[in-house]
């Protein structure tokens, strides 16, 4: 079994185990989910990340390297959702993604829909209908 990430359909509704880019991006509705959202130039590039993939592998290590390479470069990068839920049930993987992001806002926040994009220059997040300055 393995944690394997596709390429979204819909960059407005980025679902579980799925990436994308734009210049605005969404999730599908969290849970106990994370999303890495990151910035270069005028574009974001969001990857949703659940505990425990579609064929029930855990989030790993390996899993955080492969979602770290999706984001590719960046100048800014969002870690946002069930920050805390994910430290208290994965710490080792969790942590481990974390030191692997270049300097992360981690926002911790309760179910929801979330995203990010660049707004006039100004990085913002989407925070459940409100955008809010990184």
């Known amino acids: 079994m393995s944690y394997n990430f596709t390429q979204a359909a819909n960059v407005m509704s980025i ?12 999730f599908s509705n969290f849970t106990s989910c994370i999303g890495l959202i990151a910035r270069k130039a005028g574009n974001v590039t969001g990857v ?6 579609n ?6 290590n390996a899993a955080a390297n492969a979602a770290i390479t999706l984001l590719g ?12 839920m994910w430290n208290d049930n994965l ?21 929801g829909v ?6 006039n220059g100004v990085f913002q997040t989407y925070q459940n209908g409100y955008y809010v300055n990184v």
């Open 15 to 26: 679902a579980e185990q799925e990436y994308g880019g734009a210049a605005e991006i969404r």
């Open 48 to 53: 949703h990340l659940v505990m425990f993939s």
């Open 55 to 60: 064929t029930d592998s855990a989030f790993d």
């Open 73 to 84: 470069a960046y100048t800014h990068v969002v870690v946002i959702g069930q920050t805390e």
């Open 91 to 111: 710490p080792g993987p969790y942590q481990y993604l974390l030191a692997g992001l270049n300097n992360p806002t981690v926002i911790d926040v309760n179910d």
């Open 114 to 119: 979330y995203g990010g994009r660049v707004e």
